[in-house]
């Protein structure tokens, strides 16, 4: 299995651009399944995460082209096949595959999903609001199976939590749904105003998506259309944590600063200093930078998806930092390894309290999931010495060869085999 060698002490120079969003990308590739005769897309990252959901849609029949810069998704003859579960369970988003296998097929068969280590995740609120659309679930044998009488119907559905995937599954049903749907406490994040974008582009009558209340107006037919996925903010994200931490000049190309608005906000109480442009954020050298305590919120709040590497900045700040993970429990499986490089983080129940100020030391440590790996690349960037990373496949879920993008602004990072 491979593992990454980071040599510790490092600056980052020059610039990095901002990839395609992987949560963006997912579950358009998955709408790809409501199109008659495809759909064209642009900016897929090189992730492990996007082959193996071009795998998962292959299962349904759909064939994948590349068309210059363009991935044709061809899904003129699609079928409604099992999942493969070994595809499905490496995958958390493959429960969105439910919205528009029904949509299509009128019933459909998966088995329940996996992902990242972080919580139970249940399924509950994709199950609800797709049941309010006129859904039949039962779930045996770790499989979901799910039908719809006649035409699936629109409905007013109310989110007992703002949860990003089960919004998106909705959105994707309710598309193709007969009459008028209304998802109310509807999650905010960019990645689903760019999923109704393609939608719309598909044919479909979306409006208010990014915002509380999304109004669906079911249309019978989707159909070819092309779309740009949008820049990943999470990895722009943590390529402004890991410049700051690396107090470095560094530019941040290709990313809406206004998607990272809490974040930059956050890092900027703490000292960094940034100059915030259109389409780009440029980090600069600070005097120092401070201990802060926040809560990670769904958008526009603190995102989940920074807490790890935000957490790795916190321990060599001046003072003490407080991390309440309001979005998952379990997700502080980061902790035990930045402690093995030199930090001191204690947790209770949802908080992590951070005596910030630690001089890091590389060490051998284990990666857990996506975010809690790249926090343990920007401590291992910071450390003296040498830091190797086992179980490098959750990172290489998330961002693209991370050791040939960083290498090329300076630090030393090897994959070894
Ligand atoms: C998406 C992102 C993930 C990010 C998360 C929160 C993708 C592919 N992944 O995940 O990177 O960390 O949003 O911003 O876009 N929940 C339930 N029942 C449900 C659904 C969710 O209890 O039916 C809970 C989850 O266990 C979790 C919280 O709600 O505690 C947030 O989950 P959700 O917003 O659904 O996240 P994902 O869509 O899985």
């Known amino acids: 299995m ?6 510790g002490k490092a600056i980052l120079k020059g610039s990095i651009s901002a990839s395609g969003s992987k949560n963006a990308a997912l579950p358009i590739m998955i709408a790809s399944l409501l199109s008659e005769n495809g759909l064209y897309l642009k900016n897929l990252p090189a992730l492990q995460d996007i082959l193996t959901m071009k795998k998962l849609l292959e299962n349904f029949g759909i064939k994948i082209k590349k068309i210059n810069s363009q991935t044709f998704f061809d899904s003129t003859n699609i079928n409604n096949s099992l999942a493969d579960y070994d595809l499905v369970r490496k995958m958390r988003a493959s429960i969105l595959l439910l919205g528009p296998l029904i949509a299509r097929f009128k019933k459909a068969k998966i088995s329940l999903p996996g992902g990242c280590a972080i919580g139970t995740r249940p399924i509950d609120i994709h199950l609800n609001g797709l049941e309010k659309l006129g859904v039949k679930f039962s779930i045996e044998n770790g499989f979901v ?8 119907t629109g409905a007013h559905i109310k989110l007992s939590f703002p949860s990003v995937g089960a919004t998106e599954n909705i959105m994707m049903a309710a598309s193709k749904a ?4 209304i998802i109310e406490n509807a999650a905010r994040e960019p990645e689903i105003e760019d999923l109704a974008k393609c939608l719309n582009k598909m044919g479909a009558k979306i409006a208010g998506a990014g915002t509380t209340k999304i109004i669906i107006e079911g249309v019978k037919k989707l159909s070819k259309s092309e779309h740009t996925i949008m820049s990943d903010r999470i990895v722009a994200g943590t390529y402004v944590i890991a410049a700051v931490m690396l107090n470095s000049e560094f530019i941040i190309k290709k990313i809406k600063p206004d998607l990272l608005s809490t974040p930059l906000e956050v890092l900027q109480n703490m000292g960094a200093k940034l100059e915030i442009g259109n389409d780009s954020i440029k980090v600069l050298p600070s005097s120092g930078i401070k201990g802060i305590a926040l809560k990670t919120k769904p958008y526009p709040g603190f995102p989940t998806d920074l807490q790890a590497q935000i957490m790795a900045l916190m ?5 003490s930092s407080q991390i309440k993970e309001m979005i998952f429990e379990n997700r502080f499986m980061h902790v035990s390894e930045l402690n093995r490089l030199g930090a001191h983080i204690k947790t209770k129940k949802d908080v992590a309290y951070i005596e910030g100020g630690r001089s890091l030391k590389g060490a051998k440590v284990m990666a857990s999931d996506l ?3 790249v926090s343990l690349v920007l401590a291992g960037l910071y450390a003296e010495g040498k830091t190797t990373i086992n179980r490098l496949y959750h990172l290489d879920r998330g961002y693209e060869k991370i050791e040939e993008t960083l290498g090329k602004c300076g630090p030393i990072i090897t994959r070894l085999k």
Do not use: H
Request: hydrophobic share 30%; charged share 35%; proline share 0%.
């Open 2 to 7: 491979d593992k990454l060698q980071i040599t």
């Open 145 to 152: 199976s799910a039908d719809v009488k006649k035409n699936l």
């Open 315 to 319: 321990s060599v700040a001046k003072g």
């Open 371 to 373: 975010r809690a790996s």
């Open 178 to 181: 007969k009459g008028e749907t």
